[in-house]
């Protein structure tokens, strides 16, 4: 195996400082000459698995000593795998918690589907003229059967499950696959990623060659990877799309209620109430959905008792032998006297099931559990009630197609459903709001959407979010939509694109998730896109025929999104890439020297940059610009891992960079896309001193055991280890936020083992020191400010990207000040152009 001094001499290029020129991809008046950090991932990770195989820990021990050998990264990670499983971070919900969870869920995952009563038959037989039993019996089996099968048996039995530690969508889907194989196109994980307890890393097992065939060809294929992010930002548009549609289709649909009743009310008073309502609606977002749900759940509770209680009153007042549309040969009969008509009306039947993707998108608001409970027990039997209803009222009163909810509502409670169904309709749009900000929220923590300020409603329930920016947006195009269009009609036309297409998305994540993850048979794996696959690009081929009468809009909205995600991730990656390539040498470190080449002054500065391995060369400019640099420098690396949570125990990793008397370390911040930044920088700070102090000692204790080791013969005051190995097994399983020390045989060896790296490594005690004088010197935030331009000899399209379209969201996005959550008051900042 090939030295790491060898390998440093065969990467590196000549080192130094080059004026006036571009070095490795950047540009400006100095720049330090692009290094190769000593040891790459790919080299780190050969490392570390030939240690393993070797079973070599005391190799382990004492390239902790010298961060050219490996990645001490890695090693604090295996340190802390095993003492943290992830079972210890599930906590059993009390049934009376879930239940009231269940209730929220009426009020917020439910109404979209609660409501879609009020337009489905009007909707359908405005394409289909009912002119003899067979369209109202046939209308309602194809109701009957899509929401049995999709909602009930897709989505509440099966893509729920697929849930990622309790977190849903299409980004938790992804990032599920990212755990299992590494498609991720940011190239920043690393080995000591996988060690999270919250990770559940389960590997496929050899004798499955499938799953390790699949995820060898996602690994291996560019394209792959590529396409299955496009998927993944395809479905999230769409659902942001249906955050769109469904307040205006909703909203709409109930005040239009008024037209037949209100002598003068017409389209343009319609319009204007729809309008008015939505405006209140999003004004409200900003208290959060736990309470918005508490709110609006008792009224969705009594919206869903009015259906049933409808329904049945109907089904026995006019014709209870629709109940034979339970029989699927009604389907074939509807299609063969209808024909092409029949195929188009599948557009109104799809709308039956809108909101279903919000019981999957809106599960980290809630649990699996409570929106199983909520739609088996409540929401499921009060519509297949409405729906009976009102094909009843049909088979007496084919003229009230077009009116089919409000004609069929007995006079005497017209105005109390009207109240209800108003506002219920109002509720619907909670469903989609909310999981549109779940999905920005998900796709911002993996580097797919650009930095947004997110507030957090909820202190028990931490995926309640509430993004300022999204909500306006939704509500100015709400409003337009609404006044474009002027009619529920020309809306539904719109509707079921963004649904159906959320929709297949969904299966193929899940078929992957099916075959790579949960290791299904392959049988069954192929039968779940067979059954509910095919039956959504039948209905995506009946809706996408409405694409000149409306269906354009959805698809508007999700090309949009699609290509801002789609941009500030391909930004993103090539920014990362560039400061990959332009890692200062640690050869390069060494020539400097301890000074560094300038004044260290008392103080700790904390360089924050993307890289998770070497030394970034924005640290370069600011050697350059400072007159002196700090006594202590820390690189801290700010870092999203797909995982929804990361434990706080878990949160830093550090290793030292350079000898020791640079006082220089790395330090790896690590959140999951569900976690919440909370800490004020005092509290970071005090974290991060506790953190480092902590990795000291236990860096101190791996020396003072590797020389009582190599000593031939051993004092009698100490206790012996058993052996070389089984030190270090124990030794890797002390995790760097506990506050117990090393575990050996004996508890009384611990304070001998202290003694032993007191007297074995003098210098800890006066490191220690040094290290609480600069810390209460004071905390300097050095920031870069990066410009990102393509190169001149690049494509004409990757110059549009890059120079106009990155930059713009890049300047138009939140600061990395308000994100990293720094004070004003502490900051240098120095710029610096990638050219990528």
Known sequence: ?????????????????????????????????????????????????????????????????????????????????????????????????TLSLAFQTLGVVYGDMGTSPLYVF??????????????????LSIVFYTIALIPLMKYVFIVLKANDSGEGGTFALYSLI??????????????????????????????????????????????????????????????????????????????????????????????IISIIILGALFSIQRFGSSKVGFTFAPALALWFFSLGSIGIYNLLKHDVTVIRAVNPAYIYLFFKKNSTKGWSALGGCVLCITGAEAMFADLGHFSVKSIQIAFTSVVFPCL???????????????????????????????????????????????????????????????????????????????????????????????????AAFRSTTSI?????????????????????????????????????????????????????????????????FASLFLCVMYIWNYGSVLKYQSEVKQKISLDFMDELG?????????????????????????????????????SVIVFVSIKYVPVPVVPQEERFLFRRICPKDYHMFRCVARYGYKDVRKEDHHSFEQLLVDSLEKFLRNEALDLA????????????????????SEVG????????????????????????????????????????????????????????HGDVRAKKNSWFIKKLTINYFYAFLRRNCRGGVATMRVPHMNIMQVGMTYMV
């Open 729 to 784: 097994v124990d030794e890797l399983k002390v995790p760097l936020m506990r506050d117990q020390r090393l575990e050996i045989e004996s508890s009384t060896s611990e304070p001998s083992i202290t003694a032993a790296s007191g007297d074995e490594d003098p210098s800890l005690e006066y490191e220690l020191s040094a290290l609480r004088e600069a810390s209460e010197s004071g905390f300097t935030y050095l920031l870069g």
């Open 178 to 271: 990212c755990r299992y194989a590494n498609v991720n196109l940011l190239p920043n994980r690393t080995p000591a990623d996988e060690c999270i307890s919250s990770f559940k890393l389960r590997l496929p097992t050899p004798e499955l060659e499938r799953a390790v065939y699949i995820k060898e060809i996602l690994e291996r294929k560019s394209l792959l990877k590529t396409l299955l992010l496009l998927l993944v930002l395809m479905g999230t548009s769409m659902i942001i799309g249906d955050g769109i549609l469904t307040p205006a289709i909703s909203v709409m649909s109930a005040v239009s209620g008024l037209e037949g009743r209100i002598q003068g009310f017409n389209t343009d008073a319609l319009v």
């Open 594 to 630: 301890c000074s560094l080449g300038t004044v260290r002054v008392p103080g700790i500065g904390l360089l924050y940059n993307e890289l998770v391995q070497g030394i970034p060369s924005i640290f370069a400019q600011f050697l350059l610009d400072l007159p002196a640099i700090h």
């Open 705 to 724: 055991l590797e020389t009582k080791q190599s000593q031939p013969e051993f004092d009698s005051n100490f206790v012996t280890p058993r052996d070389n």
């Open 384 to 482: 297949l009630l409405a729906y009976l209803g009102q094909a009843a009222f049909l088979m007496r009163y084919p003229q009230s197609a077009g009116r089919i909810f409000y004609d069929s509502v007995p006079n005497s409670l017209f105005w109390p459903v009207f109240a209800i169904a108003t506002v219920a309709a109002i509720i619907a749009s909670q469903a989609m709001i909310s999981a549109s900000f779940s999905c920005v929220k998900q796709a911002m923590a993996l580097g797919c959407f650009p930095r947004v300020k997110i507030v957090h409603t909820s202190k028990e329930h931490m995926g309640q979010i509430y993004i300022p920016i999204i909500n306006w947006f939704l509500m100015i195009m709400c409003m337009l939509v609404v």
């Open 122 to 139: 009007s909707d359908v037989f405005s394409k289909v003229p009912i002119t003899s039993e067979v369209d109202v019996l046939g209308a």
């Open 1 to 97: 195996m090939m030295s790491a001094k060898e390998d440093i001499e065969e990467n590196s290029v000549s080192e130094g400082l080059l004026r006036s020129g571009s070095i490795g991809g950047s540009t400006g008046s100095l720049r330090w000459v692009d290094g190769s950090e000593v040891i790459d991932q790919e080299v780190d990770n050969n490392n570390n698995e030939e240690i393993i195989r070797e079973g070599n820990y005391g190799s382990v021990r004492r390239r902790l000593k010298k961060p050219k050998r490996v990645d001490s990264l890695a090693v604090e990670a295996m340190q802390i795998k095993g003492d943290h499983d992830g079972s210890q971070h599930k906590k059993d919900v009390p049934l009376l918690a």
């Open 492 to 556: 539904a036309n719109a509707y079921g694109i963004a649904e159906v297409g959320v929709m297949i998305v969904t299966t193929t994540l899940v078929t992957i998730v099916m075959v790579l993850i949960w290791q299904t048979n392959l049988l069954l794996a192929l039968l779940f896109p067979l059954v509910f696959g095919s039956m959504e690009l039948i209905y995506m081929s009946a809706v996408l025929s409405k694409i000149l009468e409306g269906g354009w809009l959805p698809l508007a």
